[in-house]
């Protein structure tokens, strides 16, 4: 099981970014996938979770409307496009997978996922 994390960069507040999440070695389609983040000084906390029986994505508060979970099945990839970039999103973000079937309240517990991507820096800064 490998996953590989891309897209991170700097970019001004207000901008965009798209960050990947390919898979190797497995397919996705029965795993639950999370995005966390980790800011300097700071625990990682979960930004998004794509369980296995549910349709659509759930958002932390503090990016919900701006962030969006998707998924290329054919590239066994995910993405995480993130929009209205504010400095508080600047953390190295990871993708994480696990074939447990979680409940929405352990989707922000990262000791729930079993195999993680290597981290991608988000600057958000002028």
């Known amino acids: 099981v490998q996953l590989q994390a891309s897209g991170g960069g700097l970019v001004q507040p207000g901008g965009s970014l798209r960050l990947s999440c390919a898979a190797s070695?497995?397919?996705?389609?029965?795993?639950?996938i999370g995005w966390f983040r980790q800011a300097p000084g700071k625990e990682r906390e979960g930004v998004s979770c794509k369980r296995q029986s549910t349709g659509s994505a759930s958002y932390a508060n503090s990016v919900k409307g701006r962030f969006t979970f998707s998924r290329d099945n054919a590239k066994n990839t995910v993405y995480l496009q993130m929009n209205s970039l504010k400095p508080e999103d600047t953390a190295v973000y990871y993708c994480a997978v696990t074939r447990r079937r979680l409940i929405l309240s352990s989707c922000w517990r990262d000791e729930q996922f079993d195999s993680w991507g290597q981290g991608t820096l988000v600057t958000v800064s002028s």
């Open positions: 070695g497995f397919t996705l389609d029965d795993y639950a």
